[in-house]
């Protein structure tokens, strides 16, 4: 069944009330309510360095106030400078001004007003030292954690379009959030500085703050809601932009550089790239001039506001209310005051919008996977001693009509090696996929020495089944940790890595490269040497080895080996597969004559089994297929 995500990230299993809401309907109220999300986000930050985090807020208390007290210093100098002016002071030269010691005053407090910058200029600066470091190690501790999570999903899971999409956004937001932190903490400082900034005001003329809030929230509401229409474009069109990464990888790739030359790809490549970039450019320009043309309407109603207040200011100067200083420092403050609370607004504004990001992260972290471990897992036999059972065992894909496989009854006993055939989609590597719990059943079971697979512990499970896949990963690492991903703890046993090479015959492709077991293999980076197929698919085969499992399964793994060397590595695989359970997958009627038992899969069930001689002799499907495949030969 369809799995669907709700707003936690879990799986539902339709649509309906457990359904996520679309961004664009959601109301000013909800966009608002994404700032749930900070706190989690700052215990998150807290948690990667105290230190750091404690550094950062302590500093910036300083410097909250430091404006404040700056400007009132500027006020003490001014007032200083027209009394010293009207006292008709006669001195015949500076050195006689300063040996008359009325400048004391006046010196002291430029000191101090040059103190204050030099402060503010230095804790401007470890402060932004401090973020930057703070923030690298959130994104590292991010990208740790998104890491770990995505590796707790099933594979269901990444098959699945719109948790790709999910899983996107999330990735996107391990590295476009570190700004919001500065935000964050930027805002609680502005907060500090127009609360001082603030008090001086309502000593003087309390209306100028109600005047303020007037001016100001009409900007506030109009970039909330551009906010909102942002992220809401970004939303809807992760998918495109999933594919314009795509695209811009396929068309300047080591692994696809070939075919892209030989097919001439490259044009029709930058011809989907352009249409789905100006696309998206189209979107974000019109949503930037409507934008850029109510912001700059809005922000000019502020501005008149301030202009206003001036005014009063200088009225009531201009009566003998204020003292020039007093002028310097009320006019100062409701600039700076207006400045702050419109950028504290826009910056709260865009924090409430980096929050519906976040959204995207935490959510991706609540998704949970159906395939776990149970609470009390029973111990893994070792060793396997009845074998495998699998009991009308259904699997469907996700969105599929047909089933994978159905009433699928099999018993694979331990230490009977059995080779599956059929034609493609008869349901071969879904079988393979159920017996390692890359997916439950639909329908039935599957026994494990008499219990189901799901009383096991899922980790211990996997330890102990070794696969390779036709569709195996080339690590562009070195070829020594290419063979220890079979068993990663394993990595720095050379001598098992060793080992495992000469099983599968990776070491003759190993003892031909320049560096041995440490050279870098893949064309991804600089210092790397590429494998032919065949040699990748022997290094893919050192990894069942590495892994010393008690279930081997191989499928389709010799698919890039020449006859001679497909045979090799099959006499081998049959010598060092003595006393172990395994299944073998291939459409090469040469390689699964050696297993004990063949099994003949079409659409999802097994309609023959037998020995390779009994299979022909019977006449089926199997002696069918092999006959087509000898003809080729003869």
């Not at 934008?291 to 301030?306: E, N, P």
């Not at 700076?336 to 504290?344: F, H, I, K, M």
Request: aromatic share 10%; net charge neutral; proline share 3%.
């Amino acid at each position: 069944m369809p799995r669907q995500y709700n707003a936690g990230g879990r799986a539902t299993p339709g649509g309906g009330p457990g359904e996520r809401q679309p961004p664009g309907r959601q109301s000013l109220r909800q966009r608002f309510g994404a700032l749930r999300n900070l706190p989690p986000f700052l215990k998150l930050v807290w948690a990667t360095s105290p230190t750091l985090a404690f550094a950062t807020c302590a500093l910036r208390l300083v410097r909250a106030l430091l404006p404040v007290a700056t400007l009132f210093v500027g006020k003490l100098i001014v007032d200083e400078v027209v009394a010293l002016a009207q006292a008709h002071h006669a001195y015949a030269d500076a050195r006689a001004w300063l040996a008359s010691g009325v400048l004391t005053k006046l010196w002291w407090l430029l000191g101090a007003e040059l103190g204050l910058a030099v402060l503010a200029d230095v804790l401007g600066r470890v402060v932004s030292l401090i973020d930057s470091l703070l923030s690298e190690r959130y994104t590292n501790a991010i990208s740790v954690r998104l890491m770990q999570h995505a590796a707790t999903l099933d594979l269901e899971d990444f098959e699945d379009s719109e948790l790709q999409d999910r899983l996107e956004r999330a990735r996107r937001q391990t590295m476009g959030r570190t700004t919001l932190l500065s935000q964050v903490l930027g805002q609680a400082q502005d907060v500090v500085t127009v609360a001082s900034f603030a008090i001086g005001l309502v000593a003087y003329a309390p209306w100028l703050i109600a005047l303020l809030v007037v001016a100001l929230v009409p900007a506030f509401v109009g970039e909330a809601h551009f906010n909102a229409q942002s992220y809401t474009l970004n939303y809807t069109w992760t998918p495109e932009r999933r594919e314009l990464d795509y695209v811009r990888q396929t068309g300047a790739s080591v692994e696809t550089a070939k075919e892209v030359k030989i097919f001439g790809l490259n044009d029709f490549l930058i011809r989907r790239y352009r249409e789905l970039a100006d696309a998206f450019y189209r979107a974000n320009r019109r949503l930037a001039i409507r934008r850029a043309g109510w912001g700059g309407l809005l922000t000019a109603i502020g501005t008149v506001g301030y202009y206003v207040a001036y005014a009063f200011l200088a009225w009531r100067t201009v009566r003998g209310d204020f003292s020039i200083g007093d002028l310097t420092f009320l006019a100062g403050s409701f600039r700076r005051l207006r400045n702050l609370l419109e950028a504290l607004l826009g910056s709260f504004s865009q924090v409430a919008g980096q929050a519906l990001y976040l959204d995207d992260l935490f959510s991706f972290f609540r998704i949970e996977p159906e395939i776990r471990s149970p609470a009390n897992p029973r111990p893994f036999p070792q060793p396997i001693v009845a074998g495998l059972v699998f009991e009308n065992v259904g699997f469907r894909y996700e969105g599929a009509e047909r089933w994978a496989v159905r009433h699928l009854d099999l018993a694979l006993a331990a230490g009977e090696v059995i080779a599956l055939v059929g034609e493609n989609g008869a349901g071969k590597t879904t079988l393979v996929k159920l017996l390692a719990r890359l997916y439950d059943p639909d329908e039935g079971r599957i026994l494990l020495d008499g219990h189901d697979l799901r009383e096991y512990d899922l980790a211990e499970l996997r330890a102990n089944i070794g696969v390779i896949f036709q569709d195996f990963v080339r690590y562009h690492l070195s070829a020594a940790e290419n063979i220890a991903v079979g068993r990663i703890d394993a990595r720095d046993d050379r001598a098992r890595i060793e080992a495992a090479a000469r099983r599968s015959l990776a070491d003759e492709v190993i003892g031909r490269l320049p560096k041995g077991y440490d050279q870098q293999l893949g064309k991804r980076f600089r210092s790397g040497v590429d494998l032919s197929g065949g040699e990748w698919q022997k290094v893919a085969i050192a990894r069942a080895y590495m892994r010393d499992a008690q279930l081997l399964i191989l499928d389709e793994p010799t698919a890039a080996l020449d006859a001679r060397s497909e045979y090799d590595v099959f006499q081998r695989f049959k010598e060092l597969s003595e006393g172990k359970t395994a299944v073998l997958i291939s459409h090469r009627f040469s390689t699964v004559r050696m297993a004990d038992r063949i099994l003949v899969l079409d659409a999802g069930r097994i309609v023959e089994s037998g020995t390779h001689a009994q299979l022909v002799a019977a006449g089926g499907t199997y002696a069918e297929l092999f006959e087509l495949q000898a003809a080729g030969y003869r």
